[in-house]
């Protein structure tokens, strides 16, 4: 049986992007980029971002929500799916330069979510 947190009915959601976030993300998948992996963190499902959007479940109604990604998650998510691997002199992968090419950063969502929603950076 799957654990799952409970999560917190406050007014504002406090969303930390981690480094570990970044490390696990995957670019160009909006389920499970570094801010989808966050969200998951925090507890919420249904959980799609992109750099027009951020959607998921509302944890205290159940209902989907979309949001438009402020320029913050615009800029992050454009940035992390540019993401390029990287190769050693002999041509093998070694890895990629997402660690170079985006930070851990922290933003807010506020709910319940009214319309229109509100994500601030």
Request: charged share 35%; hydrophobic share 30%; proline share 7%.
């Amino acid at each position: 049986m799957k654990k799952t947190r409970k999560v917190p009915k406050a007014k504002v959601l406090n969303v930390k992007v981690t480094r570990q976030n970044i490390e696990e993300g995957y670019p160009q998948e909006p389920r499970s980029c570094p801010i989808a992996l966050a969200l998951y963190d925090l507890g919420l499902d249904g959980v799609h971002v992109d750099n027009d959007a951020v959607e998921f479940h509302d944890p205290n109604t159940g209902q989907e929500v979309q949001l438009d990604a402020p320029k913050c998650i615009s800029k992050f998510v454009d940035r992390f799916d540019d993401t390029r691997t990287e190769y050693d002199k002999f041509d093998n992968e070694v890895g990629d330069d997402r660690h170079k090419r985006v930070k851990p950063f922290a933003f807010k969502i506020q709910l319940p979510v009214v319309v229109p929603g509100k994500i601030s950076c």
